[in-house]
T-cell receptor, first 109, second 117 residues
């Protein structure tokens, strides 16, 4: 069946460091891929998405490229800020939504 | 303003109480979802309501009872809960579950934090 695997956290980075959160997926067909972010005390918000192979989703300095050959959708940001501290979820949409377990990111000044 | 509003934001109840969680979406979507988020566990899909289908996760205990009176409102009725049911309950909506809208993303509310004593 469809599934998503993302890197375990927690991840702690200094401000302005480079961020990568790995996400790989298993799916039949051609799913859409998403990154969601959850700030403390809030629900999940869509961060970016990609609907087909080689698409790049981007938002707020974050990027992820839909790589069909490696079944991956890694999240990257060149320079993180304290305000990026949150939990990040990778997700795919096939016949239903499947979420990863979430990766907690803490950015320290 | 997320477009999906959940009430109450926090709820504390005893195991013998009956309470309900409410979700309302103002986005014109026609599919609504309940998810359970527990610490250190993946998001668990509990129920889906859409024009095309109602989906229930068979592992969800019968002490959770959903109600969807129309496409904008979704309730989760709670009775005789257990302490392990304490979690964040998230409501979400989507534009559609089939056709051109099938790739639409989920829009989440801010959640109802439930504590069962």
């Amino acid at each position: 069946g469809d599934s998503v695997t993302q890197m375990e956290g927690p991840v702690t980075l200094s401000e302005e460091a480079f961020l990568t959160i790995n996400c790989t997926y298993t799916a039949t067909g051609y799913p859409s891929l998403f990154w969601y972010v959850q700030y403390p005390g809030e629900g999940l918000q869509l961060l970016l998405k990609a609907t087909k192979a080689d698409d790049k989703g981007s938002n707020k300095g974050f990027e992820a490229t839909y790589r069909k050959e490696t079944t991956s959708f890694h999240l990257e940001k060149g320079s993180v800020q304290v305000s990026d501290s949150a939990v990040y979820f990778c997700a795919l949409m096939g016949n239903q939504f499947y979420f990863g377990t979430g990766t907690s990111l803490t950015v320290i000044p | 303003e997320t477009g999906v509003t959940q009430t109450p934001r926090h709820l504390v109840m005893g195991m013998t109480n009956k309470k309900s969680l409410k979700c309302e979406q103002h986005l014109g979507h026609n599919a609504m979802y309940w998810y359970k988020q527990s610490a250190k566990k993946p998001l668990e899909l509990m129920f889906v309501y859409s024009l095309e289908e109602r989906v229930e996760n068979n592992s969800v205990p019968s002490r959770f009872s959903p109600e969807c009176p129309n496409s904008s409102h979704l309730f989760l009725h709670l009775h005789t809960l257990q302490p392990e049911d304490s979690a964040l309950y998230l409501c979400a909506s989507r534009r559609g579950t089939s056709g051109p809208s099938k790739t639409g993303e989920l829009f989440f509310g801010e959640g109802s934090r439930l504590t069962v004593l």
